[in-house]
């Protein structure tokens, strides 16, 4: 991990750290790890169950070991989820709840905790699952990462915009280790709005699939900042777009090892639209006010009831122009659906954007509507597709 601690012959050690409500507990788990021996190092923080909101990622993000006492938590499952985001990949979580049955168990093990105890709780048991999850013996954590398509059933709708400034909350606001891809080859605008001057290569490492690796990975990766990673790329004038069997498939793979989003940006017509919007977990599907949007919404959203019926859509109207030709009101009742977000008219934001690109100016327009949302794509529970949606699609 990118901070582990140093012994005296300089060799890292794996970092614990125990955050919990117990201070008698703390102290005994302390005591007991520290003279069991090994290169463990380890830190405790005692709280009053306040649900860990303000521990700084920084400190997530050197951990081996972390343990969090959720006893005093309404509802353990849900913020058990939450703290497995924050954290790395690679990080073993232990939950500490008052639960003592084996379905709870179960659950929590489903969703990536690796020990799970119920109170009254043994420091010794505690100390020896922290000593044994830090020397690495615990199974390879599974990929977790989820795919968040962000498509624009139309060009000019904002997709390269959105899904910038929706990794970027997710990244900074969130803590959470994101992916930004840019699957639209012929125009790809994510990485001008993150302030990257450089086109990527993406492209090459499509065609690349067949020795597609972390290493080629990470060499083709650029990072705007220290949570958020960038793959784009651009096809030549005179090329064609390439079809890449599987490629969504590899690469989302490979980067869902170390990133909990992935946020792909996706158009009606680009290379790699069925593939993505086949691989989703989330499809926020953005349309807009002009006459193709209500009849490309439709057809976009009928292919997905076919071909990934698990996806949950999250609809999106984005007022691009003062004066829209249909109305949301008129398109939602056209389609017979509400829209999820509706993000009205900004004025001024083109200019806005020759400048410093607000992602993450918290008095400006389209921050407020970035972090609306965040909020919706982070909600999601289980994929399923809204009921509001049946009537629509059925037609």
């Known amino acids: 991990m990118s901070s582990r601690a140093l012994d005296e012959s300089g060799i890292k050690r794996p970092k614990a750290g125990l955050y919990l409500t117990d201070e008698a507990l703390m102290k005994s788990t302390l005591s007991l790890l520290e003279t069991g ?168 490492l499509l065609d690349a699939k067949d020795r597609l690796d972390k290493v080629l990975l990470s060499q083709a990766i650029i990072r705007p900042s220290e949570r958020l990673a960038l793959l784009s790329g651009q096809l030549p004038p005179d090329g064609h777009p390439t079809v890449w069997p599987d ?59 076919q071909n990934n019926k698990s996806a949950k859509v999250v609809l999106v109207y984005n007022q691009v122009s003062p004066e829209p030709t249909i109305p949301p009101t008129y398109l939602a009742k056209a389609l017979g659906v509400e829209f999820d977000l509706i993000i009205p008219y900004i004025k001024g934001l083109g200019s806005d954007l020759v400048n410093e690109v607000p992602l993450n100016k918290k008095k400006h327009q389209l921050y407020k509507q970035l972090t609306n949302l965040a909020k919706l794509i982070m909600s999601q529970a289980a994929p399923e597709p809204p009921s509001s949606w049946f009537k629509f699609w059925r037609r």
């Open 37 to 204: 021996g090994g290169p463990l190092e380890a830190s405790a923080k005692i709280s009053n169950g306040d649900a860990w909101n303000n521990i700084p990622a920084a400190d997530l993000s050197s951990l081996s070991v972390a343990v969090f006492d959720l006893k005093d938590q309404d509802n353990l499952m849900d913020k058990a989820k939450d703290l497995l985001e924050r954290c790395e990949q690679d990080t073993a979580v232990i939950v500490l709840g008052r639960e003592d049955n084996l379905k709870t168990y179960r659950r929590l093990k489903a969703i990536g905790v690796s020990d799970y105890f119920s109170y009254p709780i043994q420091a010794g048991e505690l100390a020896e699952s922290v000593s044994r999850l830090s020397s690495g013996t615990r199974e390879k954590p599974q990929a977790t990462g989820h795919i968040i398509a962000v498509h624009g059933v139309r060009g000019g709708l904002g997709s390269g915009l959105l899904a910038a400034g929706l990794s970027v909350v997710t990244a900074e606001d969130y803590g959470r280790q994101v992916a930004v891809v840019d699957s639209c080859l012929s125009s790809p605008t994510v990485e001008g709005y993150l302030g990257v001057n450089t086109s990527g290569n993406l492209d090459i």
């Open 247 to 305: 490629s969504v498939k590899i690469l989302s793979s490979l980067l869902a090892e170390q990133y909990r989003y992935q946020i792909w940006r996706s158009q009606s017509g680009s290379p790699l639209e069925a593939e993505l919007l086949a691989a989703a977990k989330v499809v926020v599907l953005l349309t807009g006010g002009a006459l193709p949007c209500a009849r490309s919404t439709k057809n976009t959203y009928t292919w997905l009831s």
